[in-house]
């Protein structure tokens, strides 16, 4: 008894010693087969910023037009070119002005005049402009292939053989 037991023990250690292992399949590397670039049209985005930086100036500029007793306050109604036609017909100081806050409000004009001009820039700069798009196409996004061909079997038959990745 003692002679099987030490047997299947060796036979056991044996096994366990030359045992197969796992067996891992190694990652086939991504591979580009097409990278295509199309135009997609306009810049949106620098047509939303600059919608919104004249839509933050502009707006502004017509509650002030609509809301000032100054006549030369209402050219602000016209966009872009509005601060500055206004800029140049603001009254100068004397005895009837009192010139307090007209160094204020002529900062103002100017400031307001640059950002709707930058804004309407922007606009146009961005429908002018297109966006560019690239798309890559990996050979794991193909899919699997399949490919058969004509091959000999054998000494002298004639067969076929799948190839294929999946």
């Not at 096994?15 to 991504?30: I, L, S």
């Not at 100068?92 to 160094?103: A, K, P, T």
């Not at 409000?105 to 400031?111: C, D, E, F, G, P």
Request: aromatic fraction near 8%; glycine fraction near 14%; charged fraction near 10%.
């Amino acid at each position: 008894m003692t002679r099987t037991l030490v047997f299947c023990l060796g036979l056991a250690a044996f096994g366990m010693a030359f045992r197969p292992g796992e067996a891992f399949a190694q990652e086939a590397p991504v591979v580009a087969v097409d990278t295509t670039t199309y135009s997609t049209g306009p810049n949106m985005e620098m047509v939303g910023s600059g919608i919104g930086t004249f839509a933050i100036s502009y707006l502004p500029a017509v509650v002030v037009g609509a809301t000032s007793g100054l006549d030369a306050d209402r050219t602000l109604f016209v966009p872009v070119a509005g601060p500055w036609l206004d800029l140049t017909q603001r009254p100068h100081c004397g005895l009837v002005v009192s010139c307090g806050s007209e160094g204020a409000a002529k900062v103002l004009l100017i400031t307001d005049g640059v950002f709707q001009a930058i804004g309407a820039i922007s606009i146009v700069g961005g429908l002018l402009t297109t966006t560019h798009e690239t798309r890559t196409v990996h050979a794991a996004d193909v899919g699997p292939t399949v490919r058969i061909s004509p091959a000999s079997v054998g000494w002298q038959g004639y067969g076929v053989v799948a190839l294929g990745t999946f």
